[in-house]
């Protein structure tokens, strides 16, 4: 499958309706399990005063959350444009728009405009994507300090049921597909690229968090 399939699946799949259901589940629930652990992680690492570049970032959880521990600004690219203006709203009503960037569009397409920062985040996001090599070398060459991403478990049984839902949205003529790259794989780029592994943590029965240190 080329990348621009999945472009145009990516923004039919994650849609203003479904947008309006994240915001909604993040204001009465706050951020989900994995997410969670992502953020406690970056805060014990120490944020403040730092940059981010959070790429696919949804409805922009890892920014809302990273603001209120102090970070300094923050650069949001997101392949959804319903995705991307629902964060932007949001950061409005809590007071941070001025402190952001907003790019539309496949990180891979337009990295080259994106200026590097302290942190790069992934959370949900490499799972999307079919050329994880470039996706993973061209952000992990944007991240000064910390990489954090939230990947699925490259387990016996994940691998199945990967394949399992990829049938179902075949069946469902859905043009979206789920990739579980190899976490080996995706460690020894970030290792060519500087950087050193400080967390690898299951967060529930699907998704790891990961963070690696430059
Ligand atoms: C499963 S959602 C995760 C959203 C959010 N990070 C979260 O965990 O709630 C995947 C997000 O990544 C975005 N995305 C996927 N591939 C992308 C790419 N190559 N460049 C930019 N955004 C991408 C999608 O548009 C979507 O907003």
């Not at 969670?36 to 403040?48: F, Y």
């Not at 991240?143 to 490259?154: L, Q, S």
């Not at 790259?181 to 950087?195: C, K, M, Q, T």
Request: proline share 4%; with cysteine; aromatic share 10%.
């Amino acid at each position: 499958m080329s990348c621009c399939n999945q472009c145009q699946a990516i923004e039919d799949t994650f849609n203003q309706e479904t947008a309006e259901g994240d915001l909604a589940h993040y204001h009465r629930h706050g951020p989900s399990r994995q997410t969670k652990l992502l953020l406690e992680s970056l805060r014990t690492l120490g944020v403040n005063g730092l940059t981010l570049l959070d790429i696919g970032g949804g409805v922009g959880v890892i920014q809302h959350e990273l603001f209120k521990a102090g970070i300094r600004e923050a650069i949001d690219v997101d392949a959804s444009r319903a995705y991307m203006n629902t964060a932007r709203k949001e950061s409005e009503r809590q007071g941070n728009a001025e402190r952001v960037r907003f790019y539309h569009g496949d990180f891979v397409q337009i990295a080259e405009q994106i200026e590097p920062a302290d942190i790069v985040t992934l959370d949900r996001v490499i799972c999307c994507y079919p050329d994880m090599p470039v996706l993973v070398s061209l952000s992990a060459q944007r991240a000064r300090k910390f990489y954090a991403f939230v990947y699925p478990r490259d387990s016996w049984w994940t691998r199945p049921l990967g394949r399992l839902g990829n049938g179902f949205l075949w069946l469902t003529r859905d043009k979206f597909r789920f990739f579980i790259h190899p976490i080996r794989e995706v460690d020894s780029i970030l290792r060519a690229n500087g950087f050193r592994p400080h967390l690898q943590r299951s967060a529930g029965l699907i998704w790891q968090v990961a963070i690696y240190i430059r």
